[in-house]
């Protein structure tokens, strides 16, 4: 029985051109079966008739012919204005199957993969849905695909008088967390009789008739009217969001207009007209137009960027400019070319090219984007790789405006779904309060001298804290929440003073108890990409907050989120309850980091049970761990502003203090002498005593590995001796 083909209409058609009749004939059963409308040929010059009269929505091709190779065919049907999806079969090998797809994307044909022979009927099939969930079935007008005739400079210019050129936006998410970023501007031209004219016609026909910087100031115009709407306070109120209001704009910019400073003046004044900062404008240049006159380009785009543009090096990878040239031009974004992106889960040149651009990318600072991201598996592989921005089919196909509100709204709720379900997995909401998340907080009061801070779960409805400090309420509504709004971005919500905060001076929060006047919240990300709350910080006085501080709130935050990565009992000693030799090693080793960056000592305080050994072996291992956990419960309590506590080596409860120096770690080793000579007094006869040494240490902000300074540091201080 036949399966429906996707979408809706009549059948897709596929037209095949192999000169091996059984395979051909295979393929076209393969087909049929699966819904489609095939038919084989063995001759180019067939192939081309059939494919002008009955215009198939997809082509499959073999690269070997005796006729017309593979290669030639493409050129051909490029030539031809070939629009149908094209798939490519062969036996050779898969650097000439990957060289060939690059081919055939070079000539502006669609592409939809590459399948070698011998091939799976499953895998056919799968290439075949996949090339109708990509275009859908076509009930086009054969002009759509196939223009009777080219289109003409003065078919351009009648567009351009008329205002037909129109314009579609694709939407930029991050990689990791799937965070709306921006939208490309696409400039889309529908030809009343010749139907839809590619992009890769009308622009180089505006470019070598001196209408493109027409073709410019109409494109940008349109695009920033649209975004002045889409980022309006009604927008935001009809969304629930105001990420909008963030949101970048790209514009595609020729090489031809590099010379016209009169243009960028023209678009710096459209974009003070409608109150949009430049700041929020990416100028995208291919590569090779950027290279072209590295002089010119260098003086355009660096006044460019002083007046706030971000610039951005679109296709890149598929030019040759050298990385003198590279860095010498104020880029701040590079786009990995698309047919590297397209390619990436079949060819492994492709994935090399990513992975080096990305790099790159990352060394000099910038932005990197991968358009062309059709499927899942790429984007684990970009988000593997730590690429910033994803753009493509698998996030949204380029959209009307009246659509993008929709799409955005239809996005975000099924993000908000994935959230929730990823904080439900965690398990943590309205559990009894832990330590390891309580220390957390504690230290943040401590570091940024803030009366309260808060690591915040925002659930569907109420934001609950599952730690606080200074703070009594356990839960609020989500809908006034500050961290709820900190969660519509990938980055720190920072409000200095909430009484002159347009969008927080009349919050319930800061008229009415607790009244805030200062909030600065972090994201706590899973390593999935999920945000299930905040590290947020709250006082009652305006304060400023510098680069410093962002840089350590993110330090608290990535310690919040290694511990909502780990369970209760994960990274936790079985017989103490405190942190395992692991763990604690670990954490020590970042808090000393922390340190060093703050310039802040660190001091610590351990007792160890030397005769532990012995006391296993003449009483057993039970004893031995009830004095452990005695131990443990003694050092906590006497150490009860300790950061870190856990277990440093076998015998041995260590705590650390970040910002507290020699004297403060010989007061605490003193209380915890005089703790455990109380507790042996308080002893049963027949139970034997705690009698550990006790050792202090402080630890300067200098480099160096963790344990091997501690080890220099330790200095012996008391030493409790048995009854």
């Known amino acids: 029985m036949k399966t429906e083909p996707p979408g809706k209409g009549k059948p897709p058609r596929l037209l095949i051109l192999d000169d091996e009749s059984m395979t051909g004939e295979t393929i076209a059963r393969i087909a049929d079966f699966a819904g489609f409308e095939a038919r084989h040929l063995i001759s180019p010059s067939a192939f081309f008739e059939e494919a002008t009269r009955w215009h198939p929505d997809i082509l499959a091709l073999d690269l070997i012919m005796p006729e017309m190779d593979g290669v030639e065919v493409m050129a051909e049907l490029a030539r031809r204005g070939c629009r149908a999806r094209l798939i490519i079969t062969s036996g050779v090998g898969s650097r000439v199957l990957d060289a060939a797809a690059r ?69 930029k998410v991050r990689c990791h967390t799937g965070t709306i970023v921006g939208f490309e501007a696409l400039a889309r031209w529908h030809h009343p009789q010749l139907g839809f004219i590619p992009p890769d016609i009308f622009i180089p026909l505006a ?55 009169e243009l960028f003046d023209t678009i710096l004044q459209h974009c003070r007209d409608r109150g949009i900062a430049p700041q929020r404008i990416v100028l995208e240049l291919t590569e090779t137009s950027a290279m072209q006159d590295a002089t010119t380009s260098l003086d355009t785009l660096t006044r460019l960027r002083l007046q706030g543009f971000q610039l951005s090096i679109d296709d890149f990878g598929t030019g040759y400019s050298s990385m003198v040239q590279l860095v010498r031009l104020p880029f701040s974004e590079l786009k990995v070319d698309k047919r590297f992106v397209m390619t990436a889960n079949d060819s492994e040149e492709s994935r090399a090219v990513i992975r080096s651009v990305v790099e790159l990318g990352r060394s000099l600072g910038l932005n990197t984007t991968a ?12 988000d593997e790789l730590k690429c910033d921005l994803a753009q493509g089919y698998l996030i949204s196909r380029p959209l009307p405006p009246e659509k993008v509100l929709d799409w955005f709204i239809t996005h975000e709720a099924q993000r908000e779904e994935r959230r929730l379900a990823a904080l439900a997995g965690l398990g943590l909401l309205d559990t009894p309060a832990e330590a390891r998340f309580d220390r957390l907080t504690r230290l943040a009061c401590r570091l940024f001298g803030v009366s309260t801070a808060l690591i915040s779960l925002l659930d569907r409805d109420r934001q609950w804290f599952k730690s606080r400090q200074g703070q009594d309420v356990t839960e609020t509504s989500r809908d006034i929440a500050f961290c709820h709004k900190t969660l519509e971005r990938d980055a720190q919500m920072v409000v200095p003073d909430t009484h002159v905060d347009p969008l927080f001076h009349d919050y319930p929060g800061v008229v009415g108890a607790p009244f805030v006047r200062f909030y600065a919240g972090r994201p706590l990300y899973l390593r ?67 340190c060093r960056r703050l310039g802040l000592p660190m001091a610590l305080v351990s007792a160890r049970l030397e005769e532990l050994p012995t006391i296993n072996k003449l009483f057993g291992r039970d004893a031995g761990d009830q004095q452990l956990q005695d131990l443990a419960q003694l050092v906590v309590e006497v150490a009860e502003d300790a950061d870190l506590t856990g277990r440093y080596r076998a015998t041995e409860i260590t705590a650390l203090l970040m910002g507290a120096d020699i004297e403060k770690a010989r007061q605490i080793g003193e209380r915890l002498h005089r703790a455990i000579a109380l507790s042996n007094d308080s002893q049963a006869p027949d139970q034997a005593s705690l009698t550990p040494s006790i050792r202090v240490a402080e630890l300067y902000p200098d480099e160096g590995p963790f344990e091997q300074r501690l080890e220099e540091a330790w200095q012996f201080h008391r030493m409790v001796e048995a009854d």
């Open 371 to 382: 358009e062309g991201v059709e499927d899942q598996e790429t984007l684990d592989y970009l």
């Open 528 to 594: 999935s990409g999920e945000k299930v709350g905040t590290l947020c910080l709250v006082d009652p006085k305006p304060r400023a907050f510098g680069t410093a501080d962002a840089e350590l709130l993110d330090d608290l935050a990535s310690m919040v989120e290694n511990e909502l990565a780990l369970s209760s009992t994960d990274g936790h000693d079985a017989c103490t309850g405190l942190l395992n030799r692991t763990s604690f090693r670990e954490q020590a080793e970042a808090a000393c980091q922390l």
């Open 103 to 171: 081919s055939a994307r070079e000539h502006g044909l669609d592409i939809v993969g590459v399948i070698a022979k011998p091939f799976s009927a499953s895998a056919l099939r799968e290439l075949l849905h996949k090339a109708i969930e990509k275009g859908g079935t076509t009930d086009d007008s054969v002009s759509e695909r196939y223009p009777s005739r080219e289109a003409s400079v003065e078919d351009l210019e009648e567009a351009l008088t008329l205002g037909h050129i129109r314009l579609a936006y694709q939407p």
């Open 207 to 261: 470019e070598d008739h001196g209408l493109i910087d027409r073709l410019t100031l109409q494109v940008t115009e349109q695009s920033l009217d649209w975004l002045a709407d889409i980022s309006s306070n009604d927008t935001a109120r009809r969304v629930g969001q105001h990420v909008l209001q963030d949101t970048l704009l790209s514009l595609n910019i020729s090489a031809r207009s590099l010379e016209n400073g």
